[in-house]
């Protein structure tokens, strides 16, 4: 049996990126989605991968997922394994400017996850999470991302199914989502996103979830939970961030962080530029 080893980088020079690594882990997570563009990369044993359509995709050791800012997604082990994986989260607006330096299309908020299996992509986001881990100066570190994201563009690899057609309109959606993203997340309640879209309670869960892959219950929730990653970033007490997000308690901001982050945000902070 080989323990569970986990660990994570970041960088105070280089606030928009942010990434781990995983041994030998059986941590289960609900769908969520991130603020970020995100990148795993299977190192070791399989895992089971959901996005926001219809269906399921296995991935083997040398995939890699590439998931669009917002979009819903879920990527567990196989039942009763463990295994191994790297992620790396990217700011959506930094990379934005960044693809639009290098002439590439950039994936929009929310837009269908991609596969690839390509052997080359995987050796090369491998050598700059080493990198990233390693004690090469913030320059070098961030001449690698910058390269990295420039050389390749993400969009010849094939998608998933995205959601089906959303009853919502996409201007109302915006809105929605934007309300949840920027005001206190405590404040915020179903009838308040049911008024501002002009919708009864039920008809707002089933035509945001049909937008999104989540009820708006479970995107308000993911919502506080990316926002407490920032705040413990930002250095504030634990019962301060579930105060703050609305938590009944600490220990209830505990369980909640977990099943959607995999370590508790004590563990998080801890590991915040925990060298392996």
């Known amino acids: 049996m080989y323990p569970t080893r986990s660990s994570l980088w970041r960088d105070p020079a280089l606030p928009w990126v942010e990434s781990r690594r995983a041994c030998h882990s059986r941590a289960c997570y609900k769908a969520h989605s991130h603020p970020t563009f995100s990148i795993g990369a299977v190192d070791a044993g399989c895992s089971v991968f959901t996005g926001a359509g219809d269906g399921q995709q296995r991935l083997t050791p040398g995939t890699l997922v590439l998931v669009p800012a917002q979009r819903v997604h879920a990527c567990n082990p196989e039942p009763g394994q463990a295994w191994s994986y790297q992620m790396l989260h990217v700011e959506a607006q930094w990379l934005a400017q960044l693809r639009l330096e290098s002439g590439l299309d950039a994936a929009g908020p929310g837009a269908p996850a991609r596969i690839s299996r390509l052997p080359a992509l995987y050796r090369a986001f491998c050598g700059l ?30 998608h998933l199914a995205a959601a089906p057609a959303p009853a919502l309109g996409m201007p109302a959606l915006r809105g929605l989502i934007e309300c949840i993203e920027a005001q206190d997340p405590a404040r915020l309640s179903l009838e308040v996103l049911a008024r501002q879209a ?79």
Do not use: C, W
Request: glycine share 10%; no cysteine; aromatic share 10%.
């Open 129 to 158: 999470n080493e990198l990233l881990f390693s004690g090469a100066s913030s320059g070098e570190k961030e001449a690698a991302l910058i390269a990295f994201m420039g050389d390749h563009d993400f969009a010849q690899h094939p």
């Open 198 to 276: 002009g919708l009864g309670r039920y008809q707002l869960i089933r035509a945001f979830r049909a937008a999104t892959g989540l009820t708006p219950h479970a995107y308000l929730i993911n919502a506080r939970i990316n926002r407490g990653r920032r705040l413990l970033r930002d250095g504030l007490a634990l019962a301060e961030v579930a105060y703050r997000l609305g938590f009944a308690d600490q220990s209830h901001f505990q369980r909640v962080f977990k099943a959607h982050v995999g370590v508790t945000p004590g563990q998080y902070r801890l590991r915040l530029d925990q060298r392996p």
